[in-house]
C-alpha cells in the first residue's frame, strides 16, 4: 500500500519545459523530505521549471506522505524523461526488499504500485516455473514485475486485489498505468506543461507546477460524479478496469481490461438455490481469507449493517477454524471498530454493532461523534476528500481512521460494495419489478402481483422523472429500458445557488443525460436486449456512485488520511463475477407470507451462520450521518465562518445572494 505518483516528458510534443534533472544513479533512491514553504501542507513550488525533477517528486511524495509514511522511493530515467516515486505503507514484505519502485534484473523495466494483491505466494511460484523470475523481496506488489514480463499489457488480468499501478518500459518506451476493476484504488492523470502527470491524489501534482482550476461544466452536469472527469478542470481519473498508456513518450491512449456482465435474461437458471447460496458462502469465505493475510496486525470496520457483520463473522469463524492468523500478530483475537452517533439523531447503529461483537466474541471499540466532533474533523477532511458529500458521513469515518491507527491497527477490512452487488438498496426494487425474473420463474412472485407492486412503487417514485429528456427528446426511463431511481439517487446532491452566466456559457445541463452517455453504447444494447432491469441499474451504480463516491470518500481517501490501508472482500472480482451471473430473484426475493419484498436474499441465507437473528431480518439502513444541527452551535459556527460572501464569489460561478438566501 502506498501512494504513487509518475512524471513523463511527452518529448513528441511541443513544449518549453525541458527537465532539470538532479543527479540520479538511475535506480532507487530514498530521499529525507527537505524544509521549504508549505501551503496546505504542500510544497509551494512557483518556478517549478528551474526545479530539479527529483525534488519535484520528493515534494510530490511529502503531499501525499499520509498514504506512506514508512519509507520514500524514486527513480528517474538517465534521460530525465520518466521519473517514478512511492510513499510506502509497509503491509506486507516488510523491509527493503518491498522497496518501490520495483526494477527488473536488467533495468529495463521500473514500476510504482498502490494497492494489495492477494494470490501472491500462488503467483510467485507459478513465476518462477514458468520463468525463472528471481525474486527480490517478499512484497505483494512485485508480482506486477514478473507478470509484466511474462503476459505483457494483458498481465493485468491476472492481479486479484485493490491495486492502482504505473510501470515503464524503455525496451518498448511503453508507459502503462492501471486501475483495479472497481477504482478501490484512485490514480489521476493530466497532462501540464508539455508533460504527462499521475498521482493518488490532485494535491501531489502541485509540486510539479499543476494549480486547480474548477471544472465548472463537471460540477453542474455532475461528470466528476458519473465519468472520469473530476471538479478540476483537465484533471482525470483513470476509470475502473481501464489502464492508461503513453507510447514513446508521445501518444497517450485508453484501453478496458475488464468490465461487468449479466446473464441473457431469458436463459432458465439450472442451478438449485442450495447450490448457489453455497457458492457465494464460499466466494465470500475465500475474499474474506485471504484479505486477513497481511505481515501487520488486521481489523473490521463494524457497522450495524449485515455487510461489515457477515466480514467480521466470516473472520471470526476462519480464525477459529485455524485456515487464517490475524496478520503477523499470531493471535485469533478479532478487534472491531466502528462509530457512535448521538442517542437521539436517528443515526446511531453502535447498540447493533455492538451486539455483533458480543455474538462473535471480540473487542469492540468505537469513536462518538457529536457535534463537536464533525465541527473539529470536517476541514481536515475535506482536505483528504478532495471532493463534495451528500453529508457528514466521510467525517465520521476520517475520524474512525484515526480510532483504527491509534490502537496500532494499520489494516481494516469493510463491507464496502455488497449493497452494489447484491442489489441492497431500496432503488433497486423498481427495477427488480419492470420485467419478470425469466431465469428463475418459479418463485412466490405471481405475474398479477409483481405488476400491482409495480404500480404501487411508479406511484411514489417516478413522480417527476418521466421529464427528464436525452438530446433526441426521449425520456431517460426509456433509453436504458429500465426504471429511474437508482439513477435518480447518484443525482441527490443539494443544487448549487449558480451565477447567471453559468447557463448562458454553458446552456441547459443535465446530470442524468450526462450519465447516460457515459453509457458506452455496446453496454445501452445488452441493457435493452439482454439485460434484466435489475441488472442494468446495478451495472450504472457500479461505474459511478461506488467507485466516484463511496470508495472514495468512505473508503480510500478517509482510511489513507490516517495511513490505514482498507480491503474490500465483496469487491473481490471472482466473487462479484459469480454473483452478477445470478437470476435476479436470488438478489431479491418476494416473500408471499409477508407481502414483501426481501433485498440481498442470497447473501442472507449465505450469511445465515455467521449474523444475529437482527441482522438477519434487519432491512437495509444505508450509513449516513447527521446533518441538521441548531443554530450557534459549533456546525453553525464553523459554517458562517466558511461560507462567507468573499469565499462563494471567489468561486466564480456560485452566487451569494441566493446562495444567503
Known amino acids: 500500500m502506498c501512494g504513487i505518483t509518475a512524471v513523463i516528458t511527452l518529448t513528441g510534443r511541443s513544449s518549453n519545459l525541458r527537465a532539470n534533472v538532479a543527479p540520479t544513479n538511475g535506480g532507487v533512491a530514498d530521499r529525507e523530505s527537505k524544509k521549504r514553504k508549505l501551503t496546505n501542507g504542500v510544497s509551494s513550488q512557483d518556478d517549478h521549471l528551474s526545479t530539479s525533477v527529483g525534488d519535484q ?6 503531499a501525499i506522505n499520509h498514504r506512506g509514511p514508512d519509507s520514500h522511493g524514486t527513480w528517474i530515467s538517465p534521460d530525465g524523461n520518466v521519473g517514478l516515486a512511492s510513499c510506502r505503507l509497509e503491509i506486507n514484505g516488510l523491509g527493503p526488499g518491498g522497496q518501490q519502485p520495483f526494477s527488473n534484473k536488467d533495468g529495463t523495466i521500473h514500476a510504482v504500485v498502490n494497492g494489495e494483491l492477494y494470490d501472491h505466494q500462488r503467483i510467485r511460484d507459478d513465476m518462477i516455473k514458468r520463468s525463472g523470475y528471481k525474486f527480490k523481496g517478499g512484497s505483494d506488489s512485485e508480482i506486477v514485475m514478473a507478470l509484466y514480463e511474462y503476459y505483457g499489457v494483458s498481465f493485468l488480468s491476472q492481479l486479484r486485489g485493490e491495486f492502482a499501478l504505473c ?8 508507459i502503462l498505468a492501471a486501475r483495479d476493476r472497481s477504482g478501490i484504488k484512485p490514480l489521476f492523470w493530466t497532462v501540464h506543461d508539455g508533460r504527462l502527470l499521475l498521482a493518488s491524489e490532485a494535491k501531489a501534482l502541485l509540486p510539479f507546477g499543476w494549480r486547480p482550476e474548477w471544472d465548472v461544466r463537471s460540477i453542474i452536469d455532475k461528470g466528476w460524479l458519473t465519468e472520469e472527469r473530476t471538479i478540476f478542470k483537465g484533471l482525470r481519473k483513470i476509470r475502473p478496469g481501464y489502464y492508461l498508456t503513453c507510447l514513446s513518450l508521445d501518444h497517450i491512449a485508453e484501453g478496458q481490461y475488464w468490465d461487468h456482465d449479466y446473464p441473457e435474461k431469458h436463459i432458465l437458471e439450472t442451478r438449485t438455490e442450495e447450490e448457489m447460496i453455497e457458492g457465494v ?18 481489523g473490521i470496520h463494524l457497522s450495524g449493517g449485515i455487510d461489515s457483520a457477515v466480514v467480521a463473522g466470516m473472520a471470526k469463524h476462519l480464525l477459529d477454524k485455524g485456515e487464517v492468523k490475524l496478520g503477523n500478530t499470531g493471535l485469533h483475537h478479532l478487534r472491531c471498530l466502528g462509530i457512535a452517533f448521538d442517542k437521539g439523531s436517528g443515526f446511531d447503529e453502535s447498540v447493533i454493532a455492538q451486539n455483533t461483537a458480543n455474538f462473535l466474541g471480540v473487542d469492540f471499540q468505537k469513536t462518538h461523534m457529536d457535534e463537536a466532533a464533525f465541527a473539529a474533523n470536517f476541514e481536515e477532511a475535506v482536505w483528504f476528500d478532495e471532493q463534495p458529500h451528500f453529508d457528514l458521513g466521510f467525517v465520521g469515518k476520517h475520524a474512525l481512521s484515526k480510532l483504527t491507527r491509534d490502537s496500532g491497527i494499520k489494516t481494516v477490512i469493510s463491507g464496502q460494495g455488497s449493497d452494489e452487488i447484491f442489489g441492497g438498496y431500496d432503488v433497486y426494487l423498481q427495477d427488480y419489478l419492470r420485467e419478470p425474473d425469466y431465469a428463475w420463474p418459479n418463485n412466490e412472485l405471481s405475474e398479477s402481483k409483481r405488476l400491482q407492486k409495480l404500480q404501487e412503487s411508479e406511484a411514489t417514485t417516478t413522480k417527476g422523472f418521466a421529464t427528464w429528456t436525452g438530446p433526441d427528446g426521449t425520456s431517460v426511463p426509456s433509453q436504458l429500458s429500465t426504471s429511474i431511481p437508482a439513477f435518480a439517487y447518484n443525482m441527490t446532491f443539494p443544487h448549487l445557488a449558480l451565477s447567471p452566466w453559468t447557463t448562458t456559457h454553458y446552456g441547459t445541463l443535465s446530470p442524468q443525460v450526462t450519465m447516460i452517455e457515459n453509457i458506452p453504447i455496446r453496454i445501452r444494447h445488452l441493457m435493452s436486449t439482454k439485460w434484466h432491469p435489475l441488472h442494468s441499474a446495478q451495472y450504472v451504480w457500479n461505474k459511478t456512485a461506488l467507485p466516484n463516491l463511496l470508495l472514495t470518500n468512505l473508503s480510500d481517501r478517509t482510511e489513507m488520511s490516517h495511513s490505514i490501508e482498507g480491503r474490500v472482500p465483496f469487491l473481490d472480482h471472482h466473487l462479484m463475477e459469480y454473483v452478477n451471473a445470478l437470476p435476479p430473484s436470488m438478489k431479491i426475493r418476494y416473500d408471499s407470507d409477508t407481502d414483501a419484498l426481501t433485498e440481498k436474499w442470497v447473501l442472507r441465507q449465505a450469511s445465515r451462520p455467521f449474523i444475529t437473528d437482527e441482522l438477519y431480518t434487519r432491512k437495509k439502513h444505508p450509513y449516513s450521518a447527521p446533518n441538521v444541527y ?8 464553523l459554517m458562517e465562518r466558511l461560507v462567507t460572501k468573499e469565499n462563494v464569489e471567489e468561486l466564480g460561478f456560485v452566487d451569494w445572494e441566493r446562495t444567503e438566501g
Open 57 to 62: 517528486l520528493d515534494s510530490s511524495l511529502h
Open 167 to 174: 510501470l515503464y518500459d524503455a525496451k518498448k518506451q511503453l
Open 281 to 298: 458462502r464460499s466466494k465470500m469465505l475465500d475474499a474474506v481469507r485471504v484479505r486477513l493475510q497481511a505481515d501487520v496486525p488486521v
Open 630 to 637: 441548531p443554530v450557534g452551535g459549533p456546525m453553525h459556527k
